[in-house]
């Protein structure tokens, strides 16, 4: 596509309850990154893929977040037993080069913003 | 451990007036720098990046930026500001896998 997308737009939900934010990047980017961005704050790495490889994780919360991007291509976040503190605007990004993230510009999606009553 | 300083939460410029805006940064080795624009309801939009030599970097959209490395440096700079300036600036820097961003300054341009 011409832009990373991602859906829904906004999500509300109840607490406990499992949410699933999905990113569609560019087409041909190698690259995917989730990100959270809070309030007032910039975004906060979560984790990347190279094709359908998860290659770094280590931002991830706690065991209740999990990714995944099976055939290279769309990735979707999941979010198991929500809870309020997960409220925030999560963001993707895609980037055409593999590899590390340093230096690829990544190409940003216009975020889900997630709250949890 | 890697971290990105945005000293001004906010910054008011009158239109045409002078931009500058602040990022320090703490990274051990030669860092890969960037700033990003974040307009309402939009996507972060790089305006420029470095990654070695100059150290004064053209953007988009007018801006520039120069990496002091004595000064851990890299601010953003814009001659006269226009009104569609108006919008969140983050600057990051690259190190291993990832991106760290600083918490972002928030501009208003009056007219």
């Known amino acids: 596509g011409a832009g990373v997308s991602q859906s829904p737009r906004y999500k509300v939900t109840k607490r406990g309850q499992d949410v699933a934010l999905r990113c569609d990047p560019i087409?041909?980017?190698?690259?995917l990154y989730w990100y959270r961005q809070a309030l007032g704050q910039g975004p906060e790495f979560l984790t990347y893929?190279?094709?359908?490889?998860?290659?770094?994780k280590s931002g991830l919360p706690n065991d209740r977040f999990s990714a995944e991007r099976p055939e290279g291509s769309i990735s979707t976040l999941t979010i198991q037993r929500t809870e309020q503190r997960d409220s925030a605007m999560y963001r993707c990004?895609?980037?055409?080069?593999?590899?590390?993230?340093?230096?690829?510009?990544?190409?940003f999606g216009p975020g889900t913003r997630l709250t949890v009553l | 451990a890697q971290s990105v300083t945005q000293p001004d939460i906010h910054i008011t410029v009158s239109e045409g007036a002078s931009l500058e805006l602040r990022c320090n940064y703490s990274?051990?080795?030669?860092?890969?720098l960037f700033w990003y624009v974040q307009s309402p309801g939009q996507g972060l939009q790089l305006l420029l990046k470095?990654?070695?030599?100059?150290?004064l970097v053209q953007g988009i959209k007018g801006f520039e930026a120069e990496f002091k490395r004595s000064q851990s440096s890299f601010n953003l700079r814009k001659p006269s500001v226009h009104w569609s300036d108006a919008a969140e600036y983050f600057c990051?820097?690259?190190?291993?896998?990832?991106?760290?961003f600083g918490t972002g300054t928030s501009l208003t341009v009056i007219p």
């Open positions: 990274y051990g080795a030669t860092p890969y």
């Open positions: 470095y990654f070695s030599g100059d150290t």
């Open positions: 087409s041909g980017h190698v690259s």
């Open positions: 893929f190279n094709y359908e490889a998860q290659q770094d």
């Open positions: 990004a895609s980037s055409r080069l593999p590899g590390t993230g340093n230096y690829n510009e990544q190409f």
């Open positions: 990051a820097v690259g190190a291993g896998n990832q991106f760290y």
